[in-house]
């Protein structure tokens, strides 16, 4: 079993320690007990600091979510990488100490029998520690801990390219790091389509579907007005009530590059997607100018 992560560095000081962001993907036996919608804390070692990590152990099972009151809630519509913001983290106690939040995916595993599982969490360093923000380690598992095999793009699968991700995460957000196609246990580097729960992204799909589609059953109705109402408590559908989103999304799907969102895309499939945007954007511009 094999983990990829990232890190990137928040500035922020608590308790003594360096405040990092860490998000990457891990995974897990299908017949485990999956941390889905969970949290771990790890302990990593590091020979020096955090360009140079050398393991992973676990130090806790999953444990379910609360919040600093002790209360659960439901983060299934959150993207993960907003779970950053949110207050379900613990105090930083020692260095090197790693938590997680997992959630499910779709992203293809080293090998047969495992799934993989998107993370985001928060990692303790010391104040001097320097931190490789550009970089995507890969661990393989040995035992219950996960030994450093080198970096995406230099050590492991050279012919993917480095991620660069100080570079390219500029302005961005915490979701842009799993969504840029720089991941994957497979021949392809890969990027989700979106880190919400794959429950809330098949109903957005099917949504979506049902929203483009030319014309709809008595009872898909009833399903699309159902979805609708249930996606608009989360805040997730009121770009279709703009009709040049709608358009878009629609001459997107004519060039069959309206992808589920349940599974992650390859970088030749984002590329295409990216050049037919800026096609379709431009289309859309020029028609609404036109006097």
């Known amino acids: 079993m094999k983990t990829q992560l990232v890190y990137r560095d928040t500035g922020h000081i608590q308790n003594g320690f360096k405040t990092v962001i860490t998000a990457g993907f891990a995974e897990f036996p299908l017949d485990a007990e999956l941390p889905d919608e969970k949290k771990i804390i790890s302990l ?13 152990a676990t ?16 983060y299934q519509a959150y993207g993960i990488g907003d779970l950053v913001r949110q207050s379900i983290w613990n105090v930083p106690a020692t260095r090197g100490s790693l938590q997680r939040f997992f959630r499910r995916t779709n992203v293809e595993p080293s090998q047969p029998g495992l799934v993989v599982m998107a993370f985001v969490g928060l990692t303790a360093f010391s104040p001097d ?3 490789d923000e550009d970089n995507v380690f890969q661990f393989q598992s040995n035992g219950l801990v996960q030994v450093i095999e080198g970096r995406i793009g230099i050590e492991v699968k050279p012919d993917w390219g480095t991620a660069g991700f100080k570079e390219h995460m500029r302005g961005n957000a915490i979701s842009a790091l799993l969504r840029r196609c720089t991941w994957g246990f497979g021949d392809e580097p890969v990027g989700l389509m979106s880190e919400m729960a794959l429950g809330i992204n098949e109903k957005m799909d099917r949504f979506r579907d049902l929203k483009l589609a030319d014309s709809i059953s008595t009872d898909e109705w ?4 159902k979805l609708e109402k249930e996606l ?9 009530e703009q009709e040049e989103f709608v358009e878009f999304v629609k001459k997107r799907n004519e060039r069959g590059l309206v992808f589920p969102s349940t599974h992650p895309v390859t970088r030749n499939q984002f590329m295409q997607s990216e050049e037919a945007s800026t096609e379709i954007m431009r289309e859309i511009m020029t028609s609404s100018f036109r006097p």
């Not at 990593?44 to 992973?56: C, D, K, Q």
């Not at 806790?60 to 439901?74: A, I, K, R, T, Y």
């Not at 009833?222 to 007005?225: I, K, L, N, S, V």
């Open 44 to 56: 990593t070692g590091f020979e020096r600091n955090s360009a140079n990590p050398e393991l992973i």
């Open 232 to 240: 608009q408590r989360h805040g997730l559908v009121s770009q279709y």
């Open 222 to 225: 009833d399903e699309y007005h």
């Open 59 to 74: 130090a806790s099972l999953p444990l379910e979510v609360v919040d600093s009151w002790g209360h659960s809630e439901n």
């Open 129 to 131: 520690d320097e931190i």
